[in-house]
């Protein structure tokens, strides 16, 4: 079974400060790991993915993950926050790829403020 | 990135009628779709996965008779939800895999039983 842990249900940063969300996960094999943005009433938009190659991965809007296997994490970085960054971000799991059953963390609420 | 639409956006019905959701790839076909369900604050629930041209799998808890899925096309799945009461009030997000294994997401129903 799988897991991940989001620490942080909510997190506010300045604008053009760094953006730090952090992720854990749990999992039996070598997982496949993700992270989401959800704008209100809206669908997920996948940021940035990690598929078992290099372990620093670089998404769209500037965003970046870096896989620590050694810590089972998965943080979220944005080295300077906008206000169009403000949104739900979600990390997911999954054990086969990311097209099968992702299992997903609770959420971080970002915040930026002027 | 490919799109996934999701027909219609918002609906209120009555208690104890049928709504039917529309998950469309709109420029990909699809042999794998997935229902997922968002409660307010909350994170993603695999409700199911769907299968062109077979039964659906349904999560553990996932009542397959309230909540039918058909995927008749390799384009479009849909959730209906049976004799609906205002506890499946709730957001209804629906994902397609494409041919590179990735998942993408429809923009959501809003689904509200008064």
């Known amino acids: 079974a799988q897991s991940v842990t989001q620490l942080g249900s909510h997190v506010s940063v300045s604008e053009g400060a760094l953006v730090l969300l952090r992720c854990n996960y749990s999992?039996?094999?070598?997982?496949?790991l993700f992270w989401y943005v959800q704008y209100p009433n809206q669908g997920l938009q996948l940021l940035l993915k990690?598929?078992?190659?290099?372990?620093l991965v670089k998404g769209i809007n500037g965003f970046e993950a870096e896989f620590k296997k050694s810590e089972t994490s998965f943080h979220l970085t944005k080295p300077s926050a906008h206000m169009s960054d403000a949104a739900e971000y979600f990390c997911?799991?999954?054990?086969?790829?990311?097209?099968?059953?992702?299992?997903f963390g609770t959420g971080t609420q970002l915040k930026v403020e002027l | 990135g490919a799109v996934v639409s999701q027909h219609p956006s918002r609906v209120i019905c009555k208690s104890g009628t049928s709504v039917k959701i529309e998950c469309r790839s709109l420029?990909?076909?699809?042999?794998?779709m997935f229902w997922y369900r968002q409660f307010p604050k909350q994170s993603l629930m695999l409700m199911a996965t769907?299968?062109?041209?077979?039964?659906?799998?349904?999560e553990q808890g996932v009542e397959k008779d309230k909540f039918l899925i058909n995927h008749a096309s390799l384009t479009l799945s849909t959730l209906t939800v049976t004799s609906a009461h205002p506890e499946d009030s709730s957001f209804y997000i629906c994902?397609?895999?494409?041919?590179?294994?990735?998942?993408?997401f429809g923009p959501g129903t809003r689904l509200t039983v008064l």
């Open positions: 994902s397609a895999r494409d041919p590179t294994d990735t998942q993408y």
């Open positions: 999992s039996s094999v070598p997982p496949y």
């Open positions: 990690y598929t078992s190659a290099a372990t």
């Open positions: 997911a799991v999954s054990l086969t790829g990311g097209g099968n059953k992702l299992t």
């Open positions: 420029d990909f076909q699809a042999t794998t």
């Open positions: 769907s299968n062109e041209g077979s039964k659906a799998t349904y």
